[in-house]
């Protein structure tokens, strides 16, 4: 059986979930903080979705380094509004799939290094970034998320079961 297989219905699940809670994001809230440390609710929200991204860069290179050295660093999106979030979301899980989906177990061993100018932060087989950096990573912003719109008064999205706006 391919890793891949093996990731594409736990994928599938939590995007369609992470969706749920992110056409919850009134464009009134994307400025939203709860704390002067945290994201604004429009940039926790668009972090989340370029995270599809960097599970395509994942999969299609040997590393990435978001702050080169000589070079620009990384500069996420911004997302003007829920529909231009939205479509970033669907844009880049519709890539990570299809990306996720055509790429063998060879592939998946293979070492994957994220950098910061040049050094290396860590180095994981592939598969264990996709689990651990992108799938993981998304989820838990996503529970930060679901806390924002609690705190927003903004009715939240039954997730791994029943919420207490949402029986299912």
């Not at 380094?65 to 970033?88: F, T």
């Not at 719109?149 to 079961?161: A, F, T």
Request: hydrophobic share 45%; proline share 8%; with cysteine.
């Amino acid at each position: 059986m391919k890793i891949s297989d093996a990731l594409l219905p736990e994928f599938d699940q939590e995007m369609a979930t992470t969706r749920k809670c992110l056409v919850r994001i009134p464009d009134d809230k994307f400025s939203y903080k709860p704390h002067p440390k945290s994201f604004d609710m429009g940039a926790l929200a668009v972090h989340i979705a370029t995270m599809l991204d960097w599970g395509v860069v994942t999969l299609q290179s040997d590393s990435f380094d978001y702050a080169p050295e000589g070079g620009a660093p990384y500069v996420p999106p911004v997302a003007k509004d829920n529909a231009d979030l939205l479509a970033m979301f669907d844009k880049a899980a519709a890539a990570f799939r299809a990306a996720l989906a055509a790429t063998d177990n060879e592939a998946m061993m293979k070492p994957w290094s994220l950098l910061g100018g040049g050094v290396a932060m860590f180095t994981m087989p592939r598969a264990a970034v996709l689990r651990g950096m992108i799938f993981n990573h998304i989820v838990h912003h996503r529970g930060q998320l679901s806390v924002y719109l609690r705190m927003c008064d903004i009715p939240v999205p039954s997730i791994y079961g029943p919420s207490a706006d949402e029986a299912n």
